[in-house]
């Protein structure tokens, strides 16, 4: 009987710990996510004058268009690295949440 009150107790024990020990993970993963995301939005979210003009109805040339697309591009080869890396994060705060 005292055997089986003692295995109880550390399974429960274990069981505990394991919590802890994946809410800490959790914590950590949202932080550094919570850490780095301002950054890349400031970087790479933030939309250029020219994409509001073009929201307004506001016709642009051909030259502002190829500058507005060339800007795009380089950004969207400038910040997916970053992009990849934040979704990586939301992935594994997932996969430690389940």
């Known amino acids: 009987m005292r055997s089986v009150v003692l295995s109880l107790l550390l399974l429960s024990t274990l069981a505990f710990v394991g919590c802890q020990s994946k809410a800490e993970k959790v ?7 919570n850490a780095e995301y301002p950054a890349y939005a400031k970087d790479c979210l933030d939309e250029t004058s ?3 003009r073009m929201l307004t ?8 268009m190829a500058t507005l697309e060339a800007k795009k591009k380089e950004r969207d080869a400038r910040c997916k690295p970053e ?5 990586e994060i939301q992935k594994q705060i997932l996969a430690a949440q389940q």
């Open 57 to 64: 109805g506001e016709k642009l040339t051909p030259e502002q």
């Open 27 to 33: 914590k950590k993963l949202q932080d550094q996510y």
């Open 50 to 52: 020219d994409s509001a």
């Open 83 to 87: 992009a990849d890396r934040l979704a």
